[in-house]
């Protein structure tokens, strides 16, 4: 790529998506929801670090920073450094952890009506909960792609295949072969949606027109910028316009 290509392919990159550290301009991925990560099993959408206790989030904070010299997010007096200043101290990176897991979400301001009933009914109808089950809204599981086989059976992995695209845990390195099920809680202030950010609203994921390889994704485009489908998780595709509106208020209420 010439240094036009670069730049055009840094500034397809949306809101809410982001080439951070160890991922590319060319499939980055959408930035997740720290709120409610207490609750998480698994860290990063590929599933990278399992999430046990704060130990494992105080580790993730620390490799996130300081395994790399490049993803150290120094001060301003340093950023003429060649290499990491000494990591956060084990008190610093409890600190941070405990503020993660103090954070909370915004008042909701999507109300509990006849629509968002209708909704909840739907995601019973659908089998919705088999992944995101609640109260969380998700299993805290893990969907192999297609074309990585697990090596051994998993009691943390779903024997599904939703066929989405799987060249972020394929090709990057936050390859696992996995994406994990992600919690539908706070999707009303989330997005984009899906793991590059495809699609910048749950309207547009829930529109089956995002199938269609003349589709031009309403979130991350792609670094050419030409028209492509969001493929998989085909849950929901199937339902009528007002069916969907309804699903959508439920989970808005979430």
Known sequence: MNLDQLIGAGEAIPPGVTAGANTSILMPPQIPDLIGVHDRRFLDHTG??????????????????DVFSADRYQSAENTNSSSPVARYSDPQLYALALYLYSLRPPPNPNHFDASAARGKVLFSKLKCAACHTPPLYTNN?????????PPVRDADVIPVRIGVDPRYTLQTHKGTGYYKVPSLKGVWYRGPFGHNGSAATLEDWFNPDRLNPGYVPTGFKGYDGKTRSIPGHLFGLQLSPSERRDLIAFLKTL
């Open 141 to 149: 599981k893990l969907v192999a792609v297609e074309g990585f086989k």
């Open 48 to 65: 990278l670090v399992r999430h046990r206790d704060i130990g494992d989030l105080m580790r993730y904070s620390s490799l996130a920073q």
